[in-house]
């Protein structure tokens, strides 16, 4: 868990970060130079869940053995998708993206 005092606001303790793949964590589905350090660095302190339309089917392959979760949207509706993925994680969370609301639905791997 990460605790953020805020002067004159309620302390926040979040347990949950909800991160977009490309485009936050990576470019043209290719993971960042130092991402996969930072993110094996943050994931003591913090349960890590990753958010992508993986459009350029990379994801599970450049996440593979990192400490996170993988959530591939499938094609359509993904804002209740998104919806939908954050109601399954408790209120303490924070999302980082440019789709910024970090929301989803797990597709299962081994159908793939």
Known sequence: ????????????????????????????????????????????????????????????EKLAGLPCMLHILTPGQQAEQKRAALLTTPPTHSSRGPSAGPQLVQQDERAR
């Not at 004159?8 to 290719?30: I, M, P, Q, S």
């Open 1 to 60: 868990m990460i605790k953020i005092e805020i002067p004159g606001h309620e302390t926040l303790r979040l347990k949950h970060l909800w991160l977009d793949y490309n485009g936050t964590l990576a470019v043209d589905g290719e993971l960042l130079p130092g991402v996969a350090e930072r993110l094996t660095m943050l994931s003591r302190q913090i349960g890590i869940r990753v958010l992508t339309a993986d459009t350029f089917g990379r994801a599970a």
